[in-house]
């Protein structure tokens, strides 16, 4: 059996041809502009037509997903994906059988089959991007939530909200990489575009005030998300994907910032599969749905 995976974003789709045991035998990606979700549905079906021996259809996609119907009520980024069956479509396109499942719960799945969750009960994922996203296992089992909504973490309030506004005080408007690159834009009078993370990072090493400054209230924000989240589902992992985690001093820079308050005995590292976790935790979601109904 070869699986055809995606793993579909507002800037980048990722695809791959998979085997059921997690051997990724190819893959390829395709640039997405203005998170078209016409140009996406189009790249799906070009390289379905190039790879005839796939036998099923795996599909980790943003947004507020129903993976029984494969409903999509909110696309995120993908506003063309707003109410919109993408499992319908892709199966009356292809005639195969297809599998959807949320974005970062897929990422939380592929370190549940081949990550460092294979032996756990209680463990979050959580990802830090242009965005803050996440996902929930808890007793045994992923949480979706009554409407296909929980994992949200980015926004959960970084700090107590004013009246105006209340939205700007999550952790998606304070503690998100595109937020750092624009607070470092505005401090700089740099356009953003000329901004990326990595410099920001290295002039934090090399002891600039203004990087200095905000990533350490970047880190700050990112321990308040994770204070709460420990006394809320009280994991005993939380796994942390995203770019960010392959400055090799990620982990360590956090654990510092995270001791002032109080990480109890919760367990924090990076997330295994990085680039691939969407395209194995969407094929793991498939596989889970062919032996239910088998």
Known sequence: MKIAAFDIGGTALKMGVVLPHGEIILTKSAEIIASDGDQILAEMKLFLAENTDVTGI?????????????????????????????????????????????????????????????????????????????????????????????????????????????????????????????????????????????????????HDPISERLINEFYTGICTGLYNLIYLFDPT????????????????????????FGLRDTIIETATHKNQAGLLGAVYHFLQEENRHE
């Open 58 to 206: 795996a599909v980790s996609a943003p947004g507020y997903v129903n993976p029984k119907t494969g409903l999509i009520t909110m696309g995120g980024a993908i506003r063309r994906f707003d109410n919109f069956n993408l499992k319908e479509w892709l199966e009356a396109e292809t005639g195969l059988p297809v599998a959807i499942e949320n974005d970062a719960n897929c990422a939380l799945l592929a370190e549940k089959w081949l990550g460092k969750g294979q032996d756990l009960d209680d463990f979050l994922c959580l990802t830090i991007g242009t965005g803050i996203g996440g996902g929930i296992f808890s007793n045994g089992a992923l949480v979706r939530g009554g409407r296909f909504r929980a994992g949200e973490f980015g926004y959960m309030f970084s700090e107590r909200p004013g009246a105006f506004r209340p939205g700007k005080y999550t952790l998606n408007e304070t503690t998100t990489m595109l937020v750092l690159r624009r607070q470092y834009a505005q401090l700089t009078g740099r356009p953003l575009k000329e901004i990326t993370g990595e410099e920001i990072f290295a002039n934090y090493d090399a």
């Open 237 to 260: 992992h939380i796994f942390i994907g995203g770019g960010i985690t392959s400055r090799p001093t990620f982990i360590t820079e956090l654990k510092h910032h995270m001791a002032s």
